[in-house]
């Protein structure tokens, strides 16, 4: 009776021991970024830039987020751009997309195309206009959709 008692016991002991032993692991959930999402953030930071106002790419940027594609190969990252764009004797009179794709991956979104920009200098006289192709990677995080990546490179 007493060996019935501690096989019982011991059974009990190592089925306990069996459940616990093997945590549960819940799948972690992606936020998956659609395209209006994407082309959503795309517009905020343009009418930021056509408006002179620093203050959505404090919302727009990652704090990761890097631009590369100056002519001497350095980067740029989120706190420098909106000191150097706070500071700016320029304005930007227009900013045109043409040409644009997005590609979606889960909580990923490219955004290539090419841009047309007009910029005004301090005098409000001189007009530099830029073509651009550009390449914006976006991430949407925590419900919320930012610019992780940026790059760009002049066209003739």
């Not at 060996?3 to 692991?25: G, H, Y």
């Not at 830039?49 to 990652?62: C, H, N």
């Not at 841009?115 to 949407?140: C, H, P, S, W």
Request: aromatic share 8%.
């Amino acid at each position: 009776m007493i060996r019935t008692a501690l096989i019982m016991a011991a059974m009990l002991v190592f089925a306990a021991c069996k459940q616990t032993a093997e945590p549960i692991i819940e799948p972690e959930t992606v936020d998956e970024i659609t395209e209006e999402e994407a082309l959503d953030l795309l517009h905020t930071w343009t009418n930021a830039y056509l408006k002179s106002d620093a203050g959505p790419l404090i919302e727009v940027l990652d704090d990761t987020w890097e631009y590369s594609g100056s002519s001497d190969g350095k980067t740029t990252n989120k706190i420098t751009t909106i000191d150097e764009f706070s500071q700016a004797d320029y304005s930007f009179d227009e900013i045109e997309y043409h040409d644009l794709k997005v590609k979606l991956y889960d909580d990923i979104a490219v955004i290539r195309g090419w841009e047309r920009m007009v910029i005004l200098g301090a005098d409000k006289q001189d007009t530099t206009i830029l073509n651009l192709r550009f390449t914006d990677v976006y991430q949407k995080k925590e419900g919320k959709v930012r610019a992780i990546a940026t790059h760009s490179s002049p066209m003739n």
